[in-house]
């Protein structure tokens, strides 16, 4: 039987199946389509003892990040984001030049960049090579390593402990969890503050965000499972807030336990209370999930069916990870999504993974005059309705497909 990757407790409880999909990160050149493609299982678990949901890993993680085509750098909100979060950590904690920032992921040093241009001195920690390179070229120090508890004890047995640890969107790309969050700890100054930023799972199924469940995610949290990993490895969540990033995250702040110069914000009782009354505290709570994700396919694929029958052209717009989850799911393919397109060079004139829906650069939507663009990173649909509104000279609308297909 598969095991808890936290409490090592076996899993029973099916959370929801979502069939057979490809990597999501990989996308093929046209060289590359006729070549097989490997599928995993999305069967994803709820533990029954510490009710982490979670998937199997099935690629290692240095594959999956040895080429990583994701740059944080390509979002304008984003960028806002992170932006307004350095402020905020400058302000809050004091941070000066005699500070150190940590990050966890530091991706192309979208974040970073903020802090350096505050002259606090950073590390960025970042496997994916490639990635990391676009950092070091903007002058933002960062290691090529994955981060586990045997970096976070070289640093600091090198007196490289931060004042503040931080991880936006990487625990649930963590395979070895007890590892890295053990790992969190032991880079923190003692009176040090780690803010980790992770989608929140009580949002995820609220609005049926089934599409971000992917390979490369291989844990969910709720705020109840986060105390209780943060717990069991001597860190105490003092101040959590809730955002309004990838359809809704927490940023959880933690400090040492032994620290107790910190009062517990009233937010994360609110929070914990909120997943109660959802149910997230029982193993039962979790089982009503996989019927509203069918009922969500059901209503797109019906919108596209529509659509194709009266001629009317659809196509995509973005090449998010998420995609390879939703269309796979949905079994959409060319027939009902003509092409997408993205702002990420790297991606274009390349397919989204399995169904070779051909990923072009945006200006292909003014050149074709599609009668309707979805938007895969339903995410950002307020910052892509913006940019593309130039749709509407021809009658153009967008189509949101979650939490149910919305035409706008
Ligand atoms: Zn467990």
């Not at 984003?78 to 004091?94: I, N, P, S, T």
């Not at 490289?160 to 590892?179: E, I, K, S, T, Y």
């Not at 790992?183 to 971000?212: A, C, M, S, Y």
Request: charged share 20%; aromatic share 10%; hydrophobic share 40%.
């Amino acid at each position: 039987m598969k095991q808890c990757r936290f409490c090592g407790a076996g899993l029973e409880r099916t959370f929801v199946d979502l069939g057979m999909s490809p990597l999501c990160e990989t996308y093929p050149s046209a060289a590359d389509l006729g070549r097989a493609e490997v599928y995993y299982p999305l069967h994803v678990f709820v533990c029954d003892r510490c009710l982490l949901v979670q998937l199997e890993q099935y690629q290692s993680a240095e594959k999956i990040f040895g080429d990583y085509p994701y740059f944080s750098s390509y979002s304008d909100s984003w960028l806002k984001h992170a932006e307004r979060y350095c402020d905020k950590m400058v302000v809050q904690f004091g941070l000066n030049q005699q500070s150190f920032v940590v990050e966890v992921a530091s991706n192309d040093g979208y974040l970073l960049q903020y802090f350096v241009k505050q002259d606090v001195p950073v590390l960025g920690i970042e496997p994916a090579a490639n990635v990391a390179r676009v950092a070091v070229e903007k002058h933002i120090p960062t290691l090529v390593r994955f981060f586990s508890t045997q970096l976070a004890r070289q640093l600091a047995d090198e007196g490289r402990c931060a004042d503040l640890v931080l991880g936006n969107n990487v625990l649930a790309q963590v395979p070895d969890l007890n590892d890295f969050v053990e790992g969190l700890k032991v880079l923190l100054k003692p009176d040090g503050v780690l803010t980790l930023e992770f989608p929140h799972l009580l949002r995820l199924i609220e609005h049926n965000q089934f599409d971000t469940i992917y390979h490369e995610h291989f844990s969910y949290f709720s705020m109840l499972t986060t105390l209780r990993i943060l717990e069991a490895h001597g860190l105490t969540v003092f101040d959590v807030e809730e955002l309004p990033t990838h359809g809704g995250s927490l940023r959880v702040y933690a400090c040492r336990t032994e620290n107790r110069t910190r009062d517990i914000a009233p937010s994360v009782r609110k929070v914990t209370v909120d997943e109660d009354l959802a149910g997230l505290a029982s193993g039962e709570g979790y089982d009503c999930f996989a019927r509203r994700v069918k009922d969500t396919k059901l209503a797109l694929v019906d919108f596209l069916v529509t659509a194709a029958q009266q001629g009317k052209s659809v196509v995509g717009y973005g090449a998010p990870g998420k995609s390879a989850t939703l269309l796979h799911y949905c079994g959409i393919g060319k027939d009902l999504i003509e092409y997408t397109v993205d702002r990420n060079p790297y991606k274009q004139g390349r397919f989204l993974p399995g169904t070779h829906i051909p990923i072009h650069h945006p200006d292909r939507i003014r050149a074709t005059k599609p009668e309707y663009v979805v938007i895969l990173p339903w995410n950002l649909k307020d910052e892509i309705m913006e940019q593309m509104q130039f749709i509407r000279e021809w009658g153009g609308r967008f189509v949101v497909p979650i939490p149910t297909a919305t035409v706008h």
